[in-house]
């Protein structure tokens, strides 16, 4: 199909596509692509199409874990407490598909460009740090644990170290889903 492009305001040079894709032990998901023609933008997500328990996802990432699968939807939560990372989903927050590596890169883009943005010397010293730590991680010096935890069940950790754990009703609430909630409320004096 083809749509506008909202980014350079291209008409009809935006190319969607989407395709359902059954992943062996998960479930069907849905990735959706847009690619526009014309400035080149690219966006990819993926859409998680079964619901399944709410559940937390742990994994120790060392040199024989880093190509262990991963599915992150878009309501997951992905931290590494040791490092003091977390990053949680927000309105355009998206899913993907990827591997233990691969959400190590990720939190190594997301410092790199934070590193840019800082001011504070001590803010960049703290960032080169962690970001060191992370490349031995990914050259299998250093462990540390990846947690995943979805409020809607639809990430996984594809390897059998990986420990799935269900979440309490507590830790349910206290997760953000990166929907946007309106909450009315209900006035008892009006009928």
Partial sequence: MKIDCPVCGGERCMTAITRV???????EIMESVLICEKCNYRSTDIICLEHKEPSRYIIEADEDTLNARVVKSQSATIRIPELGLKVEPGPRSAGYISNIEGVVERFEAALKTALNLFEEEESKEKTLKILEMLQEVRGGARKVTVIIEDPFGQSFV???RAV???????????LKT?????ESEENDDED
């Avoid at 894709?21 to 479930?27: L, R």
């Avoid at 799935?164 to 206290?174: F, N, P, Q």
């Fill in 158 to 160: 594809g390897h059998p």
């Fill in 21 to 27: 894709e059954k992943i062996p032990y998960f479930g």
């Fill in 178 to 182: 990166g929907f946007l909630v309106f």
């Fill in 164 to 174: 799935k754990e269900k979440l309490s009703e507590d830790e349910i609430r206290s």
